[in-house]
Every structure is written in structure tokens, then in C-alpha cells.
């Protein structure tokens, strides 16, 4: 009975040493180039190309000989041969000088004298299985010969010659004639006078080409793989399994199932693909094949009719050569966790290990299949010590990944795992991760180091900070200015700087201390972390503090919300209506409710809330700033801008002055008073949300009144329609919508203006309605008097139902209103950055990797040669840095320095948007999108849904999801006033979910999402 055995330095499952011809020999042909560089003193030959984990390409077939009992070992080559003797100096080794003739006589004449024994040949640049020797017939008769593809004159060998002795004999006899005429091996059957014996190379043989190609060959089939590692795994258990082709089951179903029934004896089994094409290094079919479980192995007819229903699924996958297989397992019982690891994050391969998994059911494919309700997901850095990781069995699934990677050589695994009520690790599948995107040459341990200074940053997290209230604070990219929705969760650094200097540098703090809250100045609210953004939750909470409330109680008050915050993290998406106290609207009992069981007492209860009814009163009444003043401030923003980009700056200090200026008055007349409005317009949607919660209104009631609140996106249907019966000129829309963009700060994401052509005929679709007047939100919350004016006198307003109404039926337009009219300023601003940028020949991806800081320094006024160079390395030191920082994965919001090396990704909370129900097709769109009439029909997928993607309510979809974006988000305030079903801030869970459906159900008054196929 053969035995299993550990193959030191390889890591694969190999047979100990057969029976061969004592005198057999392998010999490495150094015939071509290898791995070049262009220093040439860099290059090295193909058999030292290192898979991932540092192992030769050498190092392979050195162990497949030893365990196929071949111990003499010659390598004949010429290109960097000495590089092969200082690290194999154990070899025997040839030199051959006319290396680069690839003529098999040249090879021949260095090893004459070998000429005796039986001999294999193979090129530097295979590698090969021990299982291919096992396969080897030991006493031949003829030369066999392995070739990828057929050998043509003047190319380097590329595969297996097997030499039986007679032959080599005969070989060397004619070349002691001094004969000539060996070009290559296909000639020997002249030569020698034997029969050569061509075969194709199977699965365990290949041609490597790349040290990605070496690290994906030992992951050849699941059943294979699993073959391979069982013996060597320590850290977990593989089970026994039966493995066999589909062929042979057709030619004797009997006997295997009798070999089934004696290795599994009395119990349940699971009857698994393991399809050629099924994990591929191309591409993975992962759960395009079936498995069956829970089959009771006693009975036959069932064993009969599993494996029939899994190789009926590769009906549309057969091969030629037998390579589809059956594999047969012990079912796992009594089965605590299940679930898969994917040892590299899959988008970029980033050094981070994803486990989703299920620790709620017992069931062992509830991942798989895609069937499991209740799933949970980590993301567990590869640097994370293990005083990070909050659970016992993620601890042990690192450390099996960690050795599954060191054993196949390959860093970027699938693998299917279970525990069992015990707390022991099986593993059920290891596969390699395809099509993973490249980390772009990028070292993992920068990545490391990011984390490493971020963690010693955490420490602030728990400092106090001067002129603040609040003992800590969070970081979050959710709440309040929200970064992840607007700019993104990896923004470049013109976003990202653009986003800090216009609005939350010093302009939200400013906006807020006008209209009565508590003044922050000199504290930004956003800061960059391995250049994500995220809000300092503690500076937010600060600022929508009364001015007027003392500061004991604001500390109270702070400490109250963030920890809030940091026990229901879902609710970072709902921060201003859920977290953070900061108006009184007709639902406070609730809030007093939760800060009394907080530890607040009825005085502290009713102090806050007569300070924030003073400042709500203030604001409902527009006593300060009212609405139409802050909406007039886009009157002097829009002659200044014009006044500016009339004058055509063209000389580099003009260009400069001319951007300042922009975005000066941008933050004046632009983001200043739209900060006041967005605050105005979260009270609005707050005294919305109250009415439903005391249920003074109904939710169907609250939409009716939405849907008649003007917004962007509906005056940009009723232009278009006007456009298409030629009542207003294309060039007149596209004045009016051209400067708009699905990513309002940044400069590569095209304008209506750059796409208008695909944009406009997206839009052909559309046709007036019957009633196409404009409703009045006032007579629609007309008929709500009647329950909201008693509610306005028991809270303890001083203002009156039509004021408030007024407010709120003003406020949120009003948002929407300025925003698109400041946007016109970062669009000028943009058409200058790219005139400044053509004097040293940047584009519009060069210039995204600067900083506004940079843009506008003084260091522009000079257009010499120098500093086109220095902008250059600029450029590509933000640009490698952005690549680090892409590969860096961090949770949402970040509590200590623990959760940025592993972290829960939480399952969040759908803001639906209308009661309606749709069915339809998913379709994921960009902030680059190009081709809108795919979305006709669709439910459209957005990662953060900037006002830019106003376009999309013209396209015919027929709902939205988006990952990130709040309650009252320019996204959902669209949605309700076109009554488009929508579920705005999904999270991630949900969101790549749903992006890896391709068809759903959005049940908005259920409030699901249901995977229909």
C-alpha cells in the first residue's frame, strides 16, 4: 500500500519513492533567455523564477525527482548559469556555449558521457508533479515525448523527453561519429531508430511563463488539491474522500460505488464537483457545478442518483481528456461555523483575509449556495497581532491560511471551512482566487506600515482635544458631511483636498455658529486616514451643540452620543436623526427616554431641551438668516464666477488667481450658505420623521407631500421633455446642466457638457404627462393642519403650522437650489486646474494627484523645465501612495487602534425610500458611466450617489440602491419626489450582495431586498 508523506520545501501531496531503473537521471535544459531585465546583470534563468512565497520554480521539480526516486540531477545551460551553481551547488552542471542555437546537438555534446543510463529531459521552464513520474511506464520501449506544442526549428525546447537507455546508447554512438543532423528531439526517432511516442501534457505538467503562473499550478482541481494537502496540513482536518473521473464512473458505476460504500461505512456523505474548468487559474465557476449532501451512503440507488445529478452539471463543460471529477466525502456533523476565507481581498488583492461565514444555522453551504439569512463578515488584516482579533476560530483560520499559503506557495486562496462543536478547523475546498486585480507591484508591507502609523494614531481617539467637549470620540466616513457618499471611499487627493477646503476645513463650523450652535473654530471635521476620509465624530457633536447650553451638560450630552454610536454602529448612516441630538422636532420624549436610561436626569432632561427649542424656534422662524436671503447669495456667486471666466486668464499667474478667486467665493456665496440650508433641511426632514413616528401622519402621507417638493433632478426631466419638442435649444440645457458630474469633486469623472450625446439620448424615452403642473407642496400639507398644529403647541413652539410649513417645504429645495449653483464654481475651477495643467502636458489623471494646496501655490508662477519635473514626482509619489492606500481596507468607523487590523463589516439598515415594490435586473453604474441606455428597466446600483447622477431619473430605471447616503440625503430627496422605490445606504453587505444578483426584488414598504435570481 503506497504512503502518504510530508515533501519538505514543497508542500504538496506526494507518493514516497517508486520502483524505476536504478540508473535513471534527469536533465535541466537551459536552452533560452528567462526572466530579463533591462540591467542585464539582474536577469536570471527561468528555473530560479520564485512563486509568491519565494519558492524556485527549481525547487519544484528537484522535490517531484526525490520523490520519484531520482537523485542525480544535471542542469546544461548558458544564460546566468552561474546564478544556478552559487544557489545549487549540490547539482552536477554543464556549460554550454552555444545556448542560444536551442539545437538539441549542442546539449548533447556537453553530456556524452551520460549517454549510457535512462534519461529524462526537460526544459528550465516546466515544472512538474510527483504524480507525473508515477505515471511514467519503468521498463520502456520507446522515446516519450511531452510537448506543449509542436517544436519548430530554431525555437527553445519547452517540454519532457523520457530516454529509455538503449536509445541513449545508441545516441551516443552516433554522436562518436561526429555525425551531425540533432536539431531537436523529433529527430532522435531517425537517430536512434526507435519509435518516439508523442503526448499532450496533462494536469500535472506545465509550461510556466510567470511566477504567477508557477504559484496557481499546484491548485489543479478541487479533489486533486485537497489529495495534495491532506497529509500536510496540521492546523486543520481535510477528510478522506473517494475521488474518480466521469469516464470511469460510465465504464464501472458498480465498483466505485461499492468502493464508496466500504470507505464510508454507515454514514452520511456529500457528493461534490470537481469540474476541470471549475477553478482554473482563467477564471473559477465556483457553485456553476452541484453538490449534493447529506447522502446516506448505505443505500446505493441514492449514491447512484447524486452523482448523476453532479455530473449532469457539467453537461456544458466536458473535456477531452477525462479531467472532470467526482469526489466523495464524509458529511461534517454537529457543525458550529461554516463558511468561506478568502486569503487576498479580491477587488485588489489587497494583504487582508475576508471571512463570511455562519455561526447561526449549522449548516455547512449556507455561504455557498447563497441561501444564508444570517451571515456575518471580518475582514482580518494579514499584520493583525493576535491580541486584535476578537474570536477564538478567526484566530485559527488565519493560522490555517497562513500555513495552506506556505504549503501551495500561493497567497491569494478560496477557501470553503467548517467547526465543528468542538472548536476543530476542517477544510473543505482550497482554490485560487482568479482574476484577483494586481496590487500594481506594491510591497504588502507598505500596507503594513500604513496600518502600523494609523494605529498609533488611535491613540488620539481617547484623548481629549482642546476646545472640545467629549472624553473621546469615533471616526466615522457616515455621518454628518458624510465623505464616503460625496467624495468617495478612496478619493484622490484634488477630491479629497478640494472636499477639506470649501467645506470642511472651517465653512460647516462657521455656517453652524451663525444660526445659534455652539462655535469650532480652527477644528477641522474631516480628516485623511491611509487617505480615506472619515468625521471626527466628537468636533460633529460639538458643533450642534446649543451655544447656549452650558458645558457640563454638553459633555454629558457628547459622551451620550458616541457611545451611542460605538454600540449600534449601523446607525452611522442615520447619525443626525438617530445619534446625535441637535434640534427639538415633536418626537423628544423618545430622545429623553434613551438619555434617562443613560443616566440623565428629568432637570438635565428638560435643560437640553429648552436650548434646543430656543434655537429651533429661531431657525423655523428664520429670525437669523432666512431662506430666501441664503438662496440670494447665489446671485453674487454667479456674476462673480462670470465676471471671472469672461476675463479668459491665460498667462499661469492669472490662471492661479483666477482659481482662488473661484473657489473664494465658492465658500462664501456658495458652501457658507448652503451649509446653513443643509442644516435647515435635516430639520426639516427630522420634523417629517416625527410626524410618522407619533403617527400623526402616515408614511404614504409624508411622500405625498415630498413628491411635490421641487428638486434638480425633476426640473431636469421637464427641461429635457421641452428640449425634445424643441421647446428650449440643447444649447440652452446644457448651459444650464452642463457643469454637473456623477462625481461633483472629481476632475476625471466627465460633465453633463463632456457626455451630454449619451445623456441626451438617454433620455428620448420620455413623454409628458397627462397633468404636468407643477403640485403645491403647501396644499398637499394642508390637509395635515389638523393633526400638526396640536402637536406644535404641546411641544412648545412659538411658531405656527404655516410657518412651519413654509420652512419645511422651502428648506429642502432651497439645499438642492444652491448646491447645484456652487457647483457651477468647482466646474470653472476644474476647466482652469486643466489650463494650468497643459503648460507642463498633465492630464486630467496627473492633475487628480495633486492637492488644491498644491495647485494654487506660488510655485506655479514659474513654467521652467524644473518645475515640470518636480510636479512630475510629485505626481508619482501621490499616486504610488493612493495605490498603498487603495490596498489598505478600514471598517467604516473606527473606535480603537484594535478595529483597523480586524473588524465586523455590520449588516446596515436601508433607508427605503417610498412603499413601492419593484422587480427587475441590477445594473451597477460609475461616476465614468458612458452608456445610460442600458439602465432602461433597471434597478440602478450606485456606490456613493453624488447629486451629479441626476441624469440616471431620466433613464427609465425603475429603482435605486446605493451603498452609502442618510435619510435625508440628495439622493433620497430625489427619490421621494419622483416616488422612485429606492433603498439609499445599504452598506456593504447588502450592497454587494445585491451587486451579485442579477435580479431583485426592492420591497420598499417591507422593507427588503429579495434576491429573485
Known amino acids: ?80 548559469i552561474e546564478k544556478v551553481v552559487r544557489l545549487y551547488s549540490n547539482l552536477r552542471f554543464r556549460y554550454n556555449p552555444n545556448w542560444q542555437s536551442h539545437r538539441l546537438q549542442d546539449i548533447l555534446s556537453c553530456i556524452n558521457d551520460e549517454l549510457n543510463n535512462d534519461l529524462l529531459f526537460f526544459s528550465d521552464r516546466i515544472v512538474f508533479l510527483p504524480s507525473f513520474l508515477d505515471d511514467i511506464d519503468p521498463v520502456p520501449t520507446d522515446i516519450e515525448l511531452w510537448e506543449e506544442e509542436p517544436m519548430q526549428l530554431g525555437r527553445p525546447f519547452r517540454g519532457l523527453c523520457r530516454l529509455p537507455s538503449h536509445a541513449a546508447l545508441e545516441l551516443k554512438e552516433f554522436l562518436e561519429k561526429d555525425a551531425e543532423g540533432i536539431e531537436d528531439f523529433s529527430d532522435l526517432e531517425k537517430v536512434c531508430g526507435i519509435p518516439i511516442t508523442r503526448k499532450k501534457f496533462s494536469r500535472d505538467i506545465s509550461a510556466i511563463r510567470s511566477n504567477r503562473e508557477l504559484s496557481s499550478f499546484v491548485l489543479q482541481g478541487k479533489a486533486q488539491t485537497l489529495e495534495r494537502l491532506r497529509p500536510l496540513v496540521k492546523s486543520a482536518t481535510i477528510l478522506d474522500q473517494v475521488r474518480f473521473s466521469e469516464q470511469r ?155 495552506l499559503t506556505e504549503l501551495t506557495g500561493h497567497d491569494a486562496l478560496d477557501i470553503e471551512f467548517a467547526f465543528d462543536s468542538e472548536g476543530n478547523c476542517f477544510v473543505f475546498q482550497v482554490r485560487e482566487i482568479v482574476q484577483i486585480k494586481g496590487n500594481e507591484g506594491i510591497d504588502d508591507l507598505e500596507v503594513g506600515n500604513e496600518l502600523k502609523s494609523l494605529a498609533e494614531n488611535c491613540k488620539l481617539l481617547d484623548q481629549r482635544e482642546p476646545g472640545l467637549l467629549g472624553k473621546s470620540t469615533i471616526w466615522a466616513n457616515m455621518p454628518d458631511w458624510n465623505p464616503a457618499e460625496i467624495i468617495g471611499v478612496h478619493p484622490s487627493p484634488l477630491s479629497s483636498s478640494l472636499y477639506h477646503h470649501i467645506i470642511t476645513s472651517g465653512v460647516w463650523s462657521e455656517a453652524r455658529e451663525k444660526i445659534g450652535y455652539r462655535a469650532c473654530r480652527d477644528v477641522p471635521l474631516m480628516k485623511l486616514l491611509c487617505g480615506q476620509p472619515y468625521v471626527d465624530v466628537r468636533s460633529s457633536l460639538n458643533s450642534l451643540l446649543p451655544a447656549s447650553l452650558s458645558d457640563d451638560l454638553g459633555e454629558k450630552l457628547v459622551n451620550h452620543s458616541i457611545n451611542r454610536l460605538r454600540k449600534k454602529p449601523h446607525l452611522h448612516d442615520k447619525y443626525e436623526f438617530e445619534v446625535a441630538v441637535n434640534c427639538i422636532d415633536f418626537n423628544f420624549e423618545s430622545i429623553k427616554t434613551r438619555l434617562i436610561a443613560d443616566g440623565f436626569n428629568n432637570s438635565e432632561c428638560d435643560e437640553i431641551r429648552t436650548q434646543y427649542l430656543k434655537l429651533t424656534n429661531r431657525i423655523v422662524k428664520e429670525i437669523d438668516h432666512p431662506i430666501d436671503s441664503l438662496l440670494n447669495c447665489s446671485k453674487t456667486l454667479e456674476a462673480n464666477r462670470l465676471g471671472i471666466t469672461s476675463r479668459e486668464p491665460e498667462s499661469v499667474p492669472e490662471i492661479l488667481q483666477a482659481i482662488r478667486r473661484i473657489l473664494s467665493d465658492c465658500k462664501t456665496f456658495g458652501t457658507l450658505p448652503f451649509s446653513i440650508l443643509a442644516r435647515y433641511s435635516f430639520m426639516a426632514s427630522s420634523f417629517l420623521r416625527s410626524l410618522v413616528d407619533r403617527g400623526s401622519a402616515s408614511q404614504k402621507e409624508i411622500d405625498f407631500v415630498l413628491s411635490s417638493i421641487p428638486t434638480i433632478a425633476g426640473k431636469f426631466k421637464k427641461d429635457m421633455m421641452e428640449c425634445i419638442e424643441a421647446n428650449i435649444s440643447e444649447d440652452e440645457l446644457i448651459a444650464k446642466y452642463g457643469h454637473l458630474r456623477p462625481g461633483t469633486y472629481d476632475l476625471t469623472s466627465p460633465s453633463y457638457r463632456e457626455t451630454w450625446k449619451q445623456i441626451s439620448s438617454s433620455q428620448r424615452h420620455l413623454h409628458r404627462s397627462e397633468d404636468s403642473s407643477d403640485p403645491d407642496p403647501l396644499e398637499r400639507f394642508e390637509p395635515l393642519r389638523e393633526k400638526i398644529a396640536p402637536l406644535i403647541k404641546e411641544t412648545g413652539f412659538e411658531f405656527s403650522f404655516d410657518e412651519l410649513s413654509s420652512f419645511i417645504t422651502r428648506a429642502i429645495p432651497a439645499r438642492e437650489m444652491l448646491k447645484f449653483e456652487f457647483t457651477k464654481n468647482i466646474d470653472s475651477a476644474f476647466t482652469l486646474i486643466r489650463k494650468l495643467g497643459k503648460f507642463f502636458d498633465l492630464c486630467d489623471e496627473d492633475l487628480s494627484h495633486l492637492s488644491v494646496e498644491v495647485l494654487m501655490s506660488e510655485s506655479w508662477k514659474s513654467t521652467s523645465s524644473i518645475l515640470g519635473r518636480e510636479l512630475r514626482m510629485r505626481i508619482s509619489h501621490y499616486r504610488k501612495k493612493q495605490i498603498v492606500h487603495d490596498l489598505t481596507r478600514l471598517p467604516g468607523m473606527i473606535v480603537d487602534a484594535d478595529c483597523i487590523h480586524c473588524f465586523e463589516i455590520p449588516e446596515s439598515q436601508p433607508n427605503f425610500i417610498t412603499e413601492g415594490c419593484v422587480r427587475a435586473p441590477v445594473q451597477p453604474i460609475s461616476a465614468k458611466e458612458s452608456n445610460p441606455q442600458k439602465l432602461v428597466g433597471k434597478i440602478a446600483l450606485i456606490e456613493n450617489a453624488d447629486p451629479g447622477f441626476d441624469w440616471i431619473f ?59 435570481r
Not at 287 to 312: C, H, M, N, P, Y
Not at 991 to 999: I, L, R, S
Request: one cysteine or more; aromatic letters at 6%.
Open 249 to 403: 464512473w460510465l465504464k464501472d458505476s458498480k465498483t466505485i460505488i461499492m468502493e464508496i460504500q466500504k470507505a464510508f461505512e454507515e454514514a452520511n456523505i456529500v457528493v461534490r464537483s470537481s469540474a476541470a474548468a471549475e477553478d482554473s487559474s482563467e477564471e473559477s465557476l465556483a457553485g456553476k457545478f452541484k453538490s449534493v449532501l447529506r447522502v446516506d451512503s448505505k443505500e446505493e440507488t441514492e449514491i447512484q442518483k447524486a452523482v448523476e445529478e453532479v455530473l449532469s452539471s457539467f453537461s456544458n463543460h466536458q473535456t477531452a481528456d477525462d479531467a472532470n471529477e467526482v469526489f466523495v466525502q464524509p458529511l461534517l456533523e454537529n457543525t458550529s461555523i461554516s463558511g468561506v476565507m478568502m486569503t487576498r481581498d479580491y477587488h485588489r488583492g489587497a494583504p487582508t483575509y475576508l471571512i463570511n461565514f455562519d455561526d447561526s444555522t449549522q449548516s455547512t453551504d449556507s455561504v455557498t449556495s447563497g441561501t444564508g439569512k444570517k451571515l456575518r463578515t471580518f475582514y482580518l488584516s494579514h499584520f493583525a497581532p493576535e491580541n486584535c482579533i476578537p474570536e477564538e476560530f478567526l484566530q485559527a483560520l488565519k493560522q490555517t491560511a497562513e500555513e
Open 1 to 80: 500500500m503506497e504512503k502518504l508523506g510530508r515533501i519538505k520545501g514543497v508542500g504538496i501531496c506526494t507518493k514516497l519513492p517508486c520502483q524505476r531503473q536504478p540508473m535513471m537521471k534527469a536533465i535541466i535544459v537551459g536552452s533560452e533567455r528567462g526572466v530579463r531585465s533591462l540591467d542585464s546583470s539582474k536577469g536570471y534563468p527561468m528555473s530560479l523564477l520564485q512563486d509568491r512565497k519565494g519558492r524556485r520554480l527549481i525547487d519544484w521539480n528537484l522535490e517531484s525527482l526525490k520523490s520519484g526516486g531520482i537523485d542525480e540531477v544535471m542542469y546544461v545551460g548558458g544564460y546566468h
Open 954 to 1012: 431620466g433613464s427609465g430605471i425603475v429603482g435605486l440602491v446605493t451603498q452609502y447616503g442618510g435619510a435625508a440625503s440628495h439622493m433620497a430627496i430625489r427619490s421621494a419626489e419622483l416616488q422612485l422605490p429606492s433603498a439609499i445606504g445599504c452598506g456593504q453587505l447588502i450592497f454587494e450582495q445585491v451587486a451579485g444578483t442579477g435580479f431583485v426584488e426592492l420591497d420598499c414598504k417591507g422593507r427588503q431586498i429579495r434576491k429573485i
